[in-house]
T-cell receptor
Framework: SAVISQKPSRDICQRGTSLTIQCQVD?????MFWYRQQPGQSLTLIAT?????????ESGFVIDKFPISRPNLTFSTLTVSNMSPEDSSIYLC??????????FGQGTRLTVV | AQSVTQPDIHITVSEGASLELRCNYS??????LFWYVQSPGQGLQLLLK????DTLVQGIKGFEAEFKRSQSSFNLRKPSVHWSDAAEYFC???????????WGAGTKLIIKP
């Protein structure tokens, strides 16, 4: 299994500001992903965090808005930049370890006011 | 494009009654199939998964799911629900072992006493 620590668990932010979310795993993992879950909706993949290189973004998500870092095999950050109320969502970190299954952090509940 | 359909937004069942949650996917080949549960304030927990082999898979908490290739379906079942099963249930697929998940819209399960 994999134990994921995601911080912060929740935050209320002013529009126009940025928030960086951290995802720390207790062991090395092969894949790390970031998802968004908008209120009352399902999950949407934002990007794959690649170790030592630029993240791979899904359609509709861009690096300028959601810069991602992954400096090593156990840690990644997602920044939500220049926030607007439409960015209010739960952001989830997901990891895959040795092709077993996908594990999820508890999520970061973001409210933009 | 690949998609996952959960046709029931809400389902209400009485405690002790049987349950079936529907899931259909659209993809040319057989993807990896998953059911996750998300309880209020909790993270996502994997209930079960199907990769290949026996089309009836057993999961945690007394859940099972049956893969039917001819119907492109992966329905989740439980013979007798408990009040603690009240949660949101998500069907998801992955096209390969990278586990980039495509999610259904979710089904909210409500248990009547």
């Amino acid at each position: 299994s994999a134990v994921i620590s995601q911080k912060p668990s929740r935050d209320i932010c002013q529009r126009g500001t940025s928030l960086t979310i951290q995802c720390q795993v207790d062991s090395q993992v092969t894949m790390m992903f970031w998802y968004r879950q908008q209120p009352g909706q399902s999950l949407t993949l934002i990007a794959t965090a690649n170790q030592g290189s630029e993240a791979t973004y899904e359609s509709g998500f861009v690096i300028d808005k959601f810069p991602i870092s992954r400096p090593n095999l156990t840690f990644s950050t997602l920044t939500v930049s220049n926030m607007s109320p439409e960015d209010s969502s739960i952001y989830l970190c997901s990891v895959v370890k040795e092709g077993t299954e996908a594990f999820f952090g508890q999520g970061t509940r973001l409210t933009v006011v | 494009a690949q998609s996952v359909t959960q046709p029931d937004i809400h389902i209400t069942v009485s405690e002790g009654a049987s349950l079936e949650l529907r899931c259909n996917y659209s993809y040319g080949a057989t993807p990896y199939l998953f059911w996750y549960v998300q309880s209020p304030g909790q993270g996502l927990q994997l209930l079960l998964k199907y990769f290949s082999g026996d089309t009836l898979v057993q999961g945690i908490k007394g859940f099972e799911a049956e893969f039917k290739r001819s119907q492109s379906s992966f329905n989740l079942r439980k013979p007798s629900v408990h009040w603690s099963d009240a949660a949101e249930y998500f069907c998801a697929v992955a096209l390969d072992s990278n586990y980039q998940l495509i999610w259904g819209a979710g089904t909210k399960l409500i248990i009547k006493p």
